[in-house]
């Protein structure tokens, strides 16, 4: 079964600066989404690239695919204090139910 | 803007009790899914649910859990006899549907279940 797995587990910058996830899986896809969630709280949609896309902005977000190397990347740019959460990478495969497979997460946090 | 709800927030049982969870996902949306994460752990799908049916389910989901809509609006999670290992939040998510291209699922807040 396909699965996410990122890297780092977890992550610690100053606002201001960058910060990158990664996300590999295993089997191919229909789309990758990014996910985050805050500490105790539901998971709120960020973006979604398609399998025939390579990249995708969506203001301080910019989400890249890799499918020969089964890969992807969330870049968050000038981050804030608010971004401080956890973020999930997860797939959508070939069943037709548009299931979530999710990745482990990077936990993010930014130090104002 | 619409939105997923779950009631209750927490739900404390007791081991071998029943519980139902209870999601309102969005009006217009028609594919449902429920998800749960263990604490420390990745969100893992449970089950899909589509045109008043199952449309998939993971191997979690076994005979202990059922899923219903009873009125056209809730969608229902029921664990018939819990174990300590269903301790977990349960998250419930729906998702429309536009030119058979999947897209992204809306999560509603959770409920933390903890059996005792």
């Given at each position: 079964?396909?699965?996410?797995?990122?890297?780092p587990?977890?992550?610690?910058?100053q606002?201001?600066?960058?910060?990158?996830?990664?996300c590999?899986?295993?089997t191919?896809?229909?789309?990758?989404?990014?996910?985050?969630?805050n500490s105790?709280?539901g998971?709120?949609?960020?973006?979604?690239?398609?399998?025939?896309e390579r990249?995708?902005h969506?203001?301080?977000?910019r989400?890249?695919?890799d499918?020969?190397?089964?890969?992807?990347?969330?870049?968050?740019t000038?981050?804030?204090?608010?971004?401080?959460?956890?973020?999930?990478?997860?797939?959508?495969?070939?069943?037709?139910?548009g299931?979530l497979?999710?990745?482990?997460?990077?936990?993010?946090q930014?130090?104002? | 803007?619409?939105?997923?709800?779950?009631?209750?927030?927490?739900?404390?049982t007791?081991?071998?009790?029943?519980?139902?969870?209870?999601?309102?996902?969005?009006s217009?949306?028609?594919y449902f899914?429920?998800?749960?994460?263990?604490?420390?752990?990745?969100?893992?799908?449970?089950v899909s649910?589509?045109?008043?049916e199952?449309?998939?389910?993971?191997?979690?989901?076994d005979?202990?859990?059922?899923?219903?809509?009873?009125d056209?609006?809730?969608?229902?999670?029921k664990?018939r006899s819990t174990?300590?290992e269903?301790?977990?939040?349960?998250?419930?998510?729906?998702?429309?549907?536009?030119g058979?291209?999947?897209n992204e699922?809306?999560f509603?807040?959770g409920?933390r279940?903890?059996?005792?």
């Amino acid at each position: 079964s396909q699965q996410g797995e990122e890297d780092p587990q977890a992550l610690s910058i100053q606002e201001g600066e960058n910060a990158t996830m990664n996300c590999s899986y295993k089997t191919s896809i229909n789309n990758l989404q990014w996910y985050r969630q805050n500490s105790g709280r539901g998971l709120v949609h960020l973006i979604l690239i398609r399998s025939n896309e390579r990249e995708k902005h969506s203001g301080r977000l910019r989400v890249t695919l890799d499918t020969s190397k089964k890969s992807s990347s969330l870049l968050i740019t000038a981050s804030r204090a608010a971004d401080t959460a956890s973020y999930f990478c997860a797939t959508v495969g070939s069943s037709n139910t548009g299931k979530l497979i999710f990745g482990q997460g990077t936990t993010l946090q930014v130090k104002p | 803007e619409p939105e997923v709800t779950q009631t209750p927030s927490h739900q404390v049982t007791q081991m071998g009790q029943e519980v139902i969870l209870r999601c309102v996902p969005i009006s217009n949306h028609l594919y449902f899914y429920w998800y749960r994460q263990i604490l420390g752990q990745k969100v893992e799908f449970l089950v899909s649910f589509y045109n008043n049916e199952i449309s998939e389910k993971s191997e979690i989901f076994d005979d202990q859990f059922s899923v219903e809509r009873p009125d056209g609006s809730n969608f229902t999670l029921k664990i018939r006899s819990t174990k300590l290992e269903d301790s977990a939040m349960y998250f419930c998510a729906s998702r429309r549907t536009s030119g058979g291209a999947y897209n992204e699922q809306f999560f509603g807040p959770g409920t933390r279940l903890t059996v005792l």
